[in-house]
């Protein structure tokens, strides 16, 4: 992501450290089945972004996808081995890619990856209740739908 994306999406941030904050406005977010984005920050230039969002298909709908975002290539760990994973140095460029751009990097699903509504969050679950009477009314209003056109 551009560092000056970055920076204006972390101007929105009310961190405190008392647990995550709300993101409202993320690339992510913009997904239909997107419940909420939750932010900490780890470590200084270290944060973790937590995306939450409705899969009908799980046995338990809610699913947690967990990213690190890191402001700087080096406050990742093992970046020696990503850069030479990468076939490239810790050289010139690299340094001018680590001043325009930050590193979101998805992290594997852990056992809380799936959710009932009681799990998840406080601050996110009267958008989860709003967006499942949402799939409720749309289901219902689908099928009768359908019914009309069979009578006719």
Aim: neutral net charge.
């Amino acid at each position: 992501m551009k560092r000056d994306d970055w920076n204006e999406l972390k101007s929105t941030f009310r961190l405190n450290n008392n647990g995550f904050d709300e993101l409202v406005n993320t690339p992510l977010s913009e997904t239909p089945n997107v419940i909420g984005c939750l932010v900490k920050e780890i470590i200084p230039n270290k944060f973790e972004i937590k995306l939450y969002r409705f899969d009908s298909k799980d046995p338990k709908p809610y699913n947690v996808d967990v990213y690190h975002v890191f402001e700087s290539i080096t406050s990742m760990e093992n970046i020696y081995y990503y850069i030479k994973q990468a076939s490239t140095d810790y050289d010139d460029n690299m340094k001018r890619v680590d001043t325009e751009a930050v590193i979101w990097a998805k992290q594997q699903p852990q056992s809380d990856h799936q959710l009932y509504y009681c799990g998840l969050p406080e601050q996110l679950k009267e958008r989860a209740k709003k967006y499942e009477q949402e799939l409720r009314l749309k289901a219902h209003s689908s099928s009768q739908s359908r019914s009309k056109k069979r009578l006719h």
